[in-house]
């Protein structure tokens, strides 16, 4: 019988097995996001966190330290799903997987938050939600109704600010449904009956605060449409002042609670003072809102990196501006520096031809003398320059007087022999 073979595969030490799985567990998982149902979560003294993430077929132990849960917008406690992202270690003490966690969110709301994103933009799309077609509420309303629940706070709430401000108004309730099942369409229900059957000046739609699936109902598409078609103003009322819905994009007035809803339809009998409160809440709300936008879309961006972007666009444009700034220094002082030696040219020209330069080089002009030559030689004043100027001898005959112009002073004289 044949003896077998011995094997001849390398004996690794638990230190070298356990390292070859760390290394290519990590290598192979260095980002995952995983979703599971947080368990067994202890804070260690250290400020590091550590729990289960599990779900019905399995379990993974995680940690969270300290650096990173200071960056959470909620508390991680038992029993809550969560979404993590980070990376997959081995803990080599113990033999044991873990994920690193580096961030982490309540898993289902950024479905939820995706689904109404693209729900708004179809029915932004539409005109749903054209500003354009706004309707303005009425000065004194005499009769609102409320689409709610009957029994839940938003009613007690606009009941209290009604008799508090004692404006008269009569309120008629349309019990519904505010989450759950079939919510949606009830609610849409309630705003059409409204409709159909005149029930009130303005109408009221809204609810107590609540999470964001509670809310979910506000945004249902038939609500929606419900709400644009109404021709009663309708004043969307969901939540508190943080929560939102897509109603109160649709809506004609959007009232941060149901509270703000009943002041609304009273508002129109209160003083000037009054309305200018209100502006200063809508603007304090404005501001909050952009300020929270300016910083969301800055936060991706460091002040160093601000920096660094706003200079590179500005040293170009910076330098351009100077060398243009000097080209045209040169180019008007040279304009300049022509422009001068053009002048001196000139008036170096004009100088050599006028008369008087031509009469200092020696030269001398013969006129006609006037018929009154005599007073001149008999004392009288110099002549005038009437006669004209003697240009050829053929213009003289012997015996006509003259009168000769030099640089300096004139004489009168007689010709005396003419040459050809």
């Given at each position: 019988?044949?003896?077998?073979?011995?094997?001849?595969?390398?004996?690794?030490?638990?230190?070298?097995?356990?390292?070859?799985?760390?290394?290519?567990?990590?290598?192979?998982?260095?980002?995952?996001?995983?979703?599971?149902?947080?368990?067994?979560?202890?804070?260690?003294?250290?400020?590091?966190?550590?729990?289960?993430?599990?779900?019905?077929?399995?379990?993974?132990?995680?940690?969270?330290?300290?650096?990173?849960?200071?960056?959470?917008?909620?508390?991680?406690?038992?029993?809550?799903?969560?979404?993590?992202?980070?990376?997959?270690?081995?803990?080599?003490?113990?033999?044991?997987?873990?994920?690193?966690?580096?961030?982490?969110?309540?898993?289902?709301?950024?479905?939820?938050?995706?689904?109404?994103?693209?729900?708004?933009?179809?029915?932004?799309?539409?005109?749903?939600?054209?500003p354009g077609k706004k309707k303005s509420l009425p000065r004194i309303p005499s009769r609102v109704a409320v689409v709610t629940s009957p029994t839940g706070a938003a009613i007690r709430d606009i009941l209290t600010v009604l008799k508090r401000r004692n404006s008269g108004v009569e309120v008629i309730i349309l019990p519904t449904a505010v989450q759950g099942e079939g919510a949606g369409d009830m609610i849409a229900a309630r705003i059409r009956q409204a409709n159909r059957m005149k029930l009130a000046d303005v109408l009221i739609v809204g609810r107590g605060g609540g999470s964001l699936e509670d809310l979910l109902a506000f945004s249902d598409e038939s609500v929606v449409r419900a709400i644009a078609a109404s021709e009663i103003p309708v004043i969307s009322a969901v939540g508190h002042e943080v929560d939102w819905a897509l109603s109160d994009f649709a809506a004609d007035v959007r009232a941060p609670t149901p509270s703000a809803a009943a002041e609304l339809v009273a508002e129109s009998r209160q003083t000037l003072s009054r309305e200018v409160e209100q502006f200063k809440v809508a603007l304090e709300s404005a501001m909050r809102a952009r300020l929270e936008y300016a910083r969301l879309s800055l936060e991706a961006f460091s002040p160093a990196d601000v920096e660094t972007r706003f200079m590179r666009i500005y040293m170009p444009i910076a330098r351009r501006f100077d060398e243009a700034r000097e080209r045209l220094a040169i180019l008007v002082r040279q304009r300049l520096q022509d422009a001068g030696h053009r002048s001196a040219m000139a008036n170096a020209a004009l100088e050599l031809a006028s008369p008087r330069s031509i009469l200092e080089r020696g030269y001398s002009i013969v006129r006609r003398a006037s018929p009154h030559g005599n007073d001149a030689r008999q004392g009288g004043s110099a002549l005038p320059d009437e006669g004209p100027a003697i240009r050829a001898s053929s213009e003289l005959q012997q015996g006509d007087s003259v009168h000769i112009i030099f640089s300096t002073g004139s004489a009168l004289a007689e010709v005396g022999e003419v040459s050809p």
């Amino acid at each position: 019988m044949e003896k077998r073979k011995q094997n001849d595969d390398p004996v690794l030490s638990v230190g070298a097995l356990t390292t070859l799985i760390k290394d290519n567990l990590e290598t192979a998982f260095s980002a995952v996001a995983v979703e599971g149902e947080v368990s067994n979560m202890k804070m260690a003294s250290s400020g590091h966190l550590y729990f289960s993430l599990k779900d019905r077929e399995a379990i993974i132990q995680a940690v969270m330290f300290k650096f990173r849960i200071s960056a959470l917008d909620f508390d991680i406690a038992d029993g809550m799903k969560i979404v993590a992202r980070g990376a997959v270690s081995v803990y080599a003490a113990r033999g044991q997987y873990q994920l690193i966690i580096n961030s982490a969110r309540r898993a289902g709301l950024g479905d939820i938050l995706a689904m109404l994103e693209e729900r708004k933009r179809k029915l932004d799309a539409e005109g749903l939600f054209d500003p354009g077609k706004k309707k303005s509420l009425p000065r004194i309303p005499s009769r609102v109704a409320v689409v709610t629940s009957p029994t839940g706070a938003a009613i007690r709430d606009i009941l209290t600010v009604l008799k508090r401000r004692n404006s008269g108004v009569e309120v008629i309730i349309l019990p519904t449904a505010v989450q759950g099942e079939g919510a949606g369409d009830m609610i849409a229900a309630r705003i059409r009956q409204a409709n159909r059957m005149k029930l009130a000046d303005v109408l009221i739609v809204g609810r107590g605060g609540g999470s964001l699936e509670d809310l979910l109902a506000f945004s249902d598409e038939s609500v929606v449409r419900a709400i644009a078609a109404s021709e009663i103003p309708v004043i969307s009322a969901v939540g508190h002042e943080v929560d939102w819905a897509l109603s109160d994009f649709a809506a004609d007035v959007r009232a941060p609670t149901p509270s703000a809803a009943a002041e609304l339809v009273a508002e129109s009998r209160q003083t000037l003072s009054r309305e200018v409160e209100q502006f200063k809440v809508a603007l304090e709300s404005a501001m909050r809102a952009r300020l929270e936008y300016a910083r969301l879309s800055l936060e991706a961006f460091s002040p160093a990196d601000v920096e660094t972007r706003f200079m590179r666009i500005y040293m170009p444009i910076a330098r351009r501006f100077d060398e243009a700034r000097e080209r045209l220094a040169i180019l008007v002082r040279q304009r300049l520096q022509d422009a001068g030696h053009r002048s001196a040219m000139a008036n170096a020209a004009l100088e050599l031809a006028s008369p008087r330069s031509i009469l200092e080089r020696g030269y001398s002009i013969v006129r006609r003398a006037s018929p009154h030559g005599n007073d001149a030689r008999q004392g009288g004043s110099a002549l005038p320059d009437e006669g004209p100027a003697i240009r050829a001898s053929s213009e003289l005959q012997q015996g006509d007087s003259v009168h000769i112009i030099f640089s300096t002073g004139s004489a009168l004289a007689e010709v005396g022999e003419v040459s050809p």
